[in-house]
């Protein structure tokens, strides 16, 4: 049987600076986009790295905002209403994939507006470049010791001591490998040849839809919102529309894909 390790999460303290691990995984996932962008962009003309440094800018943003107003609209919106100024207690927790990723969209648009580049081809060019990030976020979450998976008897199963005694899917470990790693490999090697405009960002939605569809059914459900419908967690319940977007994305890519305005 294993136990979570119960790191600090707080990776340096500089008199009452706390610098916490959550915080570095999101610059290590900056990082790797900024790498794996310039990498794309040596095989492409129509990219500039000042672009990919912009997008990165929008892209931060779009996070960071989406990611907290979608955690206080789908998971906590009663709470934040009868609190409003809570919204802004970011040291306290609480950010949501399926709202950072409306935050991102939002912010490609922008970028997208700025440049005069097709919206599509943008989302095209930007999601190889996520998943690895994802899975640096999914690595902060089990420093932390939070986002545990139910209980299980599995051989790998774990103790998280912060929630209880009993030995629990490590579903942060399962994240990383499948969001991040895995679905990294998938739209890295896919992206490689040309493709339709909006193939690779269908491919994104439904990989990422898909894994955390799955995992979920290993993670321990939020506490003040348990199972709601047909048993299924709320993160699943945001992950269906994403799964079947992408499908119709990639449907609608490939039909045209004997006259596509674009191939990326």
């Not at 900056?30 to 912009?54: M, P, S, Y």
């Not at 051989?155 to 991040?180: C, N, T, V």
């Not at 339709?196 to 003040?224: H, K, N, Q, W």
Request: no cysteine; hydrophobic share 50%; proline share 6%.
């Amino acid at each position: 049987m294993l136990i979570h390790p119960d790191f600090d999460p707080v990776a340096i303290h500089l008199g009452p600076l706390a610098i916490r691990w959550y915080g570095i995984m999101y610059l290590v996932g900056f990082a790797l986009f900024l790498l794996l962008g310039r990498h794309r962009i040596r095989e492409r003309a129509d990219w500039t790295v000042k672009e990919l440094d912009d997008l990165l800018f929008y892209g931060a943003l779009g996070v960071v905002l989406g990611g907290r107003l979608g955690y206080v609209f789908f998971y906590k919106f009663s709470d934040y209403l009868h609190a409003p100024l809570h919204i802004f207690y970011v040291w306290e927790g609480g950010m949501s994939f399926h709202g950072g990723m409306l935050g991102v969209i939002a912010a490609i648009w922008l970028f997208s507006k700025k440049t005069g580049k097709s919206w599509l081809a943008v989302t095209d060019f930007v999601a190889p470049l996520v998943p690895l990030g994802l899975g640096a976020g999914r690595i902060g979450n089990f420093i932390n010791g939070e986002l545990w998976g139910r209980p299980t008897d599995v051989p790998w199963a774990m103790i998280f001591p912060k929630m209880d005694m009993q030995p629990r899917h490590p579903s942060e470990l399962y994240e990383f490998a499948l969001e991040g790693v895995t679905l990294f490999l998938i739209l890295w090697l896919f992206s490689k040849k040309p493709r339709p405009v909006g193939a690779i960002s269908g491919l994104f939605l439904i990989g990422y839809g898909t894994f955390r569809f799955l995992v979920e059914f290993t993670r321990e459900p939020d506490d003040f919102l348990g199972l709601l419908a047909l048993g299924l967690s709320m993160g699943q319940w945001l992950s269906l529309p994403m799964i079947l977007a992408g499908i119709a994305m990639m449907v609608w890519s490939y039909r045209r894909a004997s006259n596509p305005e674009r191939i990326v």
